[in-house]
Antibody, heavy 119, light 110 residues
């Protein structure tokens, strides 16, 4: 069974760093792109970026380029989303999702990680 | 930056038919954008309904269908049911591995 299991909720202060994770199982993690999607409170979905764990090829939305870093460790089948200096506006639910092998759509989603940034 | 447009809200009567659309702030949507539709209920992760314009994801009822209508992608729900009340998001492929979500449509069934 394919699963994407994300790390737990985080409460951070502005300026702090954070790295959240998304562990894939039940499939060959190396060969599927993993994306990150943001959903701010009461708002819609935003495509942040995507990584191919096989070679760490990473693509970012222009809106998120330079704001976050996406990485992956295929040895432990885990993808990451990290911030070096959080802002209150980073408060959101973050989902990871697997892109299907032969289409530009997500076939499996993580359960989401809620990040709250507040002083 | 290209904006993907969706109706903010829509309502449909139970048993009725509704078509939600997904356009571009500049230009026309074609199959080359691989339109995908997701359904999301509050507090849940999104669920894939339609991908590559008109292919239903596994387990999706056939009352959901996708198409290109004019210069937009479209999601049609035929015979709407109460549990179709949800948010619907389209996403378009912009090339170079990059995709953009629309703002979402809140569908009310009443």
């Amino acid at each position: 069974e394919v699963q994407l299991v994300q790390s737990g909720a985080e409460v951070k202060k502005p300026g702090e760093s954070l790295k959240i994770s998304c562990k894939g199982s039940g499939y060959n993690f190396t060969f599927y792109w993993i994306a990150w999607v943001r959903q701010m409170p009461g708002k819609g979905l935003e495509w942040m970026g995507i990584i191919y764990p096989g070679d760490s090829d990473t693509r970012y939305s222009p809106s998120f380029q330079g704001q976050v870093t996406i990485s992956a460790d295929k040895s432990i089948t885990t993808a990451y989303l990290q911030w070096s200096s959080l802002k209150a506006s980073d408060t959101a639910m973050y989902y990871c999702a697997r892109r299907h092998s032969d289409g530009y759509y997500f076939d499996y989603w993580g359960q989401g990680t809620l990040v709250t940034v507040s002083s | 930056q290209t904006v993907v447009t969706q109706e903010p809200s829509f309502s449909v009567s139970p048993g009725g038919t509704v078509t939600l659309t997904c356009g571009l702030s500049s230009g026309s949507v074609s199959t080359s954008y691989y339109p995908t539709w997701y359904q999301q209920t509050p507090g849940q992760a999104p669920r894939t309904l339609i991908y590559s314009t008109n292919t239903r994801s596994s387990g999706v009822p056939d009352r959901f269908s996708g198409s290109i209508l004019g210069n937009k992608a479209a999601l049609t729900i035929t015979g709407a049911q109460a549990d179709d009340e949800s948010y619907y998001y389209c996403v378009l492929y912009m090339g170079s591995g990059f995709q953009v979500f629309g703002g979402g449509t809140k569908l009310t069934v009443l």
